[in-house]
């Protein structure tokens, strides 16, 4: 496991894109246009909350979180997508990147007047991150989705989620 110490996250700014797009052409070697999509994404906020990882001056992953359904009382989030870079994959970088910004999130929804209520995950239903998910956020397979977009994928869903 990286050291906690070691990992810096923060909120995803254009100055990142570059590295973070890196990180998700390696991760996410089905997708296309790394950069488009990460920069679509940062520019959805406040839809769209985006952090990255970084070990010492190097972009190690990213989250993407996005509310569901329109600004509500009670918020959906989901985790749209995370990615660590495969030299750092097996070293809780996933946790530590779920673990530093969801409750961040929450205060960002407070400020919306808003208050966390579920987070959705969909994943492919082979994703060993199913695990994370799980063990992190107390996430659930709900349902399952054949051949969605390059294998089956399941919809996890925590509920009644404490932050």
Request: hydrophobic share 45%; aromatic share 8%; glycine share 4%.
């Given at each position: 496991?990286?050291?906690?110490?070691?990992?810096?996250?923060?909120?995803?700014?254009?100055?990142?894109?570059?590295?973070?797009?890196?990180?998700?052409?390696?991760?996410?070697?089905?997708?296309?246009?790394?950069?488009?999509?990460?920069?679509?994404?940062?520019?959805?906020?406040?839809?769209?909350?985006?952090?990255?990882?970084?070990?010492?001056?190097?972009?190690?992953?990213?989250?993407?979180?996005?509310?569901?359904?329109?600004?509500?009382?009670?918020?959906?989030?989901?985790?749209?997508?995370?990615?660590?870079?495969?030299?750092?994959?097996?070293?809780?970088?996933?946790?530590?990147?779920?673990?530093r910004t969801l409750p961040e999130v929450a205060v960002k929804l407070?400020?919306?007047?808003s208050v966390l209520k579920h987070i959705m995950v969909t994943t492919?239903?082979?994703?060993?991150?199913?695990?994370?998910?799980?063990?992190?956020?107390?996430?659930?397979?709900?349902?399952?989705?054949?051949?969605?977009?390059?294998?089956?994928?399941?919809?996890?869903?925590?509920?009644?989620?404490?932050?």
């Amino acid at each position: 496991m990286q050291s906690e110490r070691d990992v810096s996250v923060k909120e995803m700014q254009e100055v990142d894109l570059e590295a973070a797009a890196e990180v998700h052409r390696l991760a996410f070697i089905r997708q296309q246009h790394s950069l488009e999509w990460l920069e679509s994404n940062l520019k959805a906020t406040p839809k769209i909350f985006c952090y990255v990882a970084y070990a010492n001056e190097f972009c190690i992953g990213y989250i993407i979180w996005s509310q569901k359904a329109g600004f509500r009382p009670s918020a959906v989030i989901e985790l749209e997508q995370i990615a660590v870079s495969p030299s750092f994959q097996g070293r809780g970088i996933g946790k530590i990147l779920i673990t530093r910004t969801l409750p961040e999130v929450a205060v960002k929804l407070r400020g919306q007047g808003s208050v966390l209520k579920h987070i959705m995950v969909t994943t492919r239903a082979d994703n060993h991150a199913q695990r994370l998910y799980r063990n992190v956020l107390g996430a659930e397979v709900e349902a399952t989705l054949s051949n969605l977009y390059s294998a089956d994928e399941v919809i996890m869903v925590a509920r009644n989620v404490k932050t």
